[in-house]
Structure formats: structure tokens, C-alpha cells
């Protein structure tokens, strides 16, 4: 075997890619995922993965309670003063700021900082983005990621509710309200 003279650049072995080249649309599709994904913390550390699911689990507690008030008030005989089963969807997110504050303040270093800090991000793409739309993706991500933080237990508190067959129509208007 004969060793190549030093200096000459040398096949690795390295396939070259042959396929289709996709454009902007689907990188931003991509870092937009990824960004949902850590938002999660899915692909994650174990230790990074339980905060995201502790603030979703404590903001399921209100849900699951009002839920249960919801079927309570369900069973009692139509007519009793006082009781109507609770609907109030739009007031839940005020409720619950504290946990969806430290949710952000949580997941949005991840999301920003990491990359400023150490000037790469987790996605490395055949062709880069512009500032302008890798700082809107992120930003997209992280607001439906708050988005289905605070919808989540909104959609326990309504099938309860829906659940004990009290006007349908009202807890049908009251959430649509509260979602838009």
C-alpha cells in the first residue's frame, strides 16, 4: 500500500448529496418545528424536558377542578340558586399569568439565547436564513407554544363542561370568545 504524497486533499468518502435543493419555505418550516419542539423540550435533556410539563400539568389543575365543578353543577336539579355550572373561559388565562409567565421566561432563552451565546443554532442549513426571518420564526414558535400552553387545559374545562349537557350553546360561545 502506498501512502498519497502529503498535501493532496483526499476522498473521505463522503457522498455528495443528490437530491432536490428546498427553498426558504421549508427551512422555515424546519426551524419553526425544532423551535416547537424545544419550546417542549422535546430533544431535550430529562432536566430541561420537566419544567415545560410541570407549568402545563399545574395549569391543568384549575382546568380539571373547574371541570369537575362543571359536571357537579350538571347534577344538581335545574332550578337551584347558586348553581350554574362555571363558564367564565375568558378569565382563565388571567388566572393562570403567573404559570404562563415563568413558562416564558423559561423556554424563551431557549429558544433565543442559546444561539446568541454560542453564535450557532441547533439547525445547521445548507443555505442560512436572514436575521429578520430566523428571529420571526422563533417567535412564531414560541407564541403557539404559549398558545397551546393556555388552550390545553381551556379544552378539559369545555368537554367537562360540554359533558353535563347544560346549554351547550353558551360554553360553545363563552370558549370560542375566550380562543379568539
Given at each position: 500500500?502506498?501512502?498519497?504524497?502529503?498535501?493532496?486533499?483526499?476522498?473521505?468518502?463522503?457522498?455528495?448529496?443528490?437530491?432536490?435543493?428546498?427553498?426558504?419555505?421549508?427551512?422555515?418550516?424546519?426551524?419553526?418545528?425544532?423551535?416547537?419542539?424545544?419550546a417542549?423540550?422535546?430533544?431535550r435533556?430529562?432536566?430541561?424536558?420537566?419544567?415545560?410539563?410541570?407549568?402545563?400539568?399545574?395549569?391543568?389543575?384549575?382546568?380539571?377542578?373547574?371541570?369537575?365543578?362543571?359536571?357537579?353543577?350538571?347534577?344538581?336539579?335545574?332550578?337551584?340558586?347558586?348553581?350554574?355550572?362555571?363558564?367564565?373561559?375568558?378569565?382563565?388565562?388571567?388566572?393562570?399569568?403567573?404559570?404562563?409567565?415563568?413558562?416564558?421566561?423559561?423556554?424563551?432563552?431557549?429558544?433565543?439565547?442559546?444561539?446568541?451565546?454560542?453564535?450557532t443554532?441547533?439547525?445547521?442549513?445548507a443555505?442560512?436564513?436572514?436575521?429578520?426571518?430566523?428571529?420571526?420564526?422563533?417567535?412564531?414558535?414560541?407564541?403557539?407554544?404559549?398558545?397551546?400552553?393556555?388552550?390545553?387545559?381551556?379544552?378539559?374545562?369545555?368537554?367537562?363542561?360540554?359533558?353535563?349537557?347544560?346549554?351547550?350553546?353558551?360554553?360553545?360561545?363563552?370558549?370560542?370568545a375566550?380562543?379568539v
Amino acid at each position: 500500500m502506498t501512502t498519497p504524497p502529503r498535501g493532496v486533499i483526499h476522498d473521505l468518502g463522503y457522498r455528495g448529496f443528490g437530491g432536490r435543493r428546498l427553498g426558504d419555505g421549508a427551512i422555515t418550516w424546519e426551524l419553526y418545528r425544532n423551535s416547537l419542539a424545544q419550546a417542549f423540550g422535546i430533544g431535550r435533556s430529562g432536566k430541561a424536558t420537566i419544567m415545560p410539563w410541570l407549568i402545563i400539568g399545574l395549569m391543568a389543575v384549575p382546568a380539571v377542578v373547574l371541570g369537575a365543578l362543571s359536571i357537579q353543577a350538571g347534577q344538581v336539579p335545574e332550578g337551584t340558586p347558586g348553581m350554574s355550572a362555571p363558564s367564565n373561559y375568558f378569565g382563565y388565562p388571567y388566572w393562570t399569568q403567573l404559570l404562563v409567565t415563568i413558562f416564558v421566561a423559561t423556554q424563551a432563552p431557549v429558544l433565543f439565547a442559546r444561539d446568541l451565546r454560542y453564535r450557532t443554532i441547533v439547525l445547521y442549513f445548507a443555505r442560512p436564513v436572514s436575521r429578520t426571518r430566523f428571529v420571526l420564526t422563533r417567535l412564531a414558535a414560541l407564541t403557539t407554544a404559549i398558545f397551546v400552553v393556555i388552550i390545553a387545559p381551556m379544552l378539559v374545562w369545555f368537554a367537562c363542561a360540554l359533558s353535563t349537557g347544560i346549554d351547550s350553546g353558551m360554553h360553545a360561545r363563552r370558549f370560542g370568545a375566550a380562543l379568539v
